[in-house]
């Protein structure tokens, strides 16, 4: 059974900072890419950022490209999202993901960490 369980969200101010982690039980962590989504009050949950199995490659959402860094220890299971410059409209739960391999869908999810940022 795969877990994924994030971590490290809050209470920021306009400005600020946070790094989220996502610890992944199982053996095949390394096996997979993997992604961080969010989803803000009333709206549908949106991609966020991704990355492949080893680190080599990552993906942004525009509207993060350039403020947040999406980043891996597979020695840890675990995966980061270290966000910078946070706005007020970041606030939302974020979630990490396991892509699966074949299918490409994200089939795995944590239960999210709720990050809000004050103006």
């Known amino acids: 059974q795969v877990q994924l369980v994030e971590s490290g969200g809050g209470l920021v101010q306009a400005g600020g900072s946070l790094r989220l982690s996502c610890v992944v039980s199982g053996r095949t962590f390394s096996s997979y890419a993997m992604g961080w989504f969010r989803q803000a009050p009333g709206k549908e949950r949106e991609f966020v950022a991704g990355?492949?199995?080893?680190?080599?490659?990552?993906s942004y959402a525009d509207f993060v490209k350039g403020r947040f860094t999406i980043s891996r220890d597979n020695a840890k299971n675990t995966v980061y999202l270290q966000m910078n410059s946070l706005k007020p409209e970041d606030t939302g739960v974020y979630y990490c993901?396991?892509?699966?391999?074949?299918?490409?869908?994200?089939?795995?999810w944590g239960q999210g960490t709720q990050v809000t940022v004050s103006s």
């Open positions: 993901a396991r892509r699966a391999a074949i299918s490409s869908e994200y089939d795995y």
């Open positions: 990355i492949s199995w080893n680190g080599g490659s990552t």
